[in-house]
Antibody, heavy 122, light 111 residues
Framework: QITLKESGPTLVKSTQTLTLTCTFS??????????VGWIRQSPGKALEWLAL???????YYGPSVKDRVSITKDTSKTQVVLTVKTMDPVDSATYYC??????????????WGPGTLVTVSS | QSALTQPASVSGSPGQSITISCTGV?????????VSWYQQHPGKAPKVVIY???KRPSGVSNRFSGSKSGNTASLTISGLQAEDEADYFC???????????FGAGTTVTVL
């Protein structure tokens, strides 16, 4: 069974850097075709994808944040870390960690963490 | 502004069937069979109910079905039940540099 869990600060100040950690189990991020990423959801409901890293170290960034975001993986710790620089109140959202695998479905986010709400104060 | 267009809301009575549309362009829905649909109950994370246009993950009710025609994908819920009341999002792969495009979501209300 695949599980993912987000952790990190719930409140950050404007201009600060946000660092979130996704700790996962039930799969290996060394298996070809497997990826872990981040999607956020604003209070108004819209979903926005931020970053995705695959087992082969291929990385993709979402268009709206690509200049401020980075993603790394630590396969020994079964963790993926998302960093977002220069946070702004508009970045306030629930941040979800997701799993995807080209082996079980193409371009589908088949498992999600429970999410973590991040608020940016001005 | 979302890249995929969904109706803001759809409603139906218990037992009825409803269909949610998701309209994109030639570079996403029109070109690839990589459309997925997600159900989200209030306060919960989204859960995939359909992937690759019409495939259902294990454990998802067969009342959920998907289809595609041209640049528009559709999710149909048959035999509507109270537990189906939720938000539904569509996501598609795109050949552009954005890689994924999202719909804004549709709120399904069971009358």
């Amino acid at each position: 069974q695949i599980t993912l869990k987000e952790s990190g600060p719930t409140l950050v100040k404007s201009t600060q850097t946000l660092t979130l950690t996704c700790t996962f189990s039930g799969f290996s991020l060394t298996t070809p075709g497997v990826g872990v990423g981040w999607i956020r959801q604003s209070p108004g409901k819209a979903l926005e994808w931020l970053a995705l890293i695959y087992a082969d170290d291929t990385i993709y960034y979402g268009p709206s944040v690509k200049d401020r975001v980075s993603i790394t993986k630590d396969t020994s710790k079964t963790q993926v870390v998302l960093t977002v620089k220069t946070m702004d109140p508009v970045d306030s959202a629930t941040y979800y960690c997701i799993h995807t695998s080209l082996n079980t479905g193409w371009y589908v986010f088949d498992s999600w963490g429970p999410g973590t709400l991040v608020t940016v104060s001005s | 502004q979302s890249a995929l267009t969904q109706p803001a809301s759809v409603s139906g009575s218990p037992g009825q069937s409803i269909t949610i549309s998701c309209t994109g362009v030639r570079s996403d829905i029109g070109a690839y069979d990589y459309v997925s649909w997600y159900q989200q109950h209030p306060g919960k994370a989204p859960k995939v109910v359909i992937y690759e246009v019409n495939k259902r993950p294990s454990g998802v009710s067969n009342r959920f079905s998907g289809s595609k025609s041209g640049n528009t994908a559709s999710l149909t819920i048959s035999g509507l039940q109270a537990e189906d009341e939720a938000d539904y999002f569509c996501i598609s792969y795109t050949s552009t540099t954005t890689r994924y495009v999202f719909g804004a979501g549709t709120t399904v209300t069971v009358l």
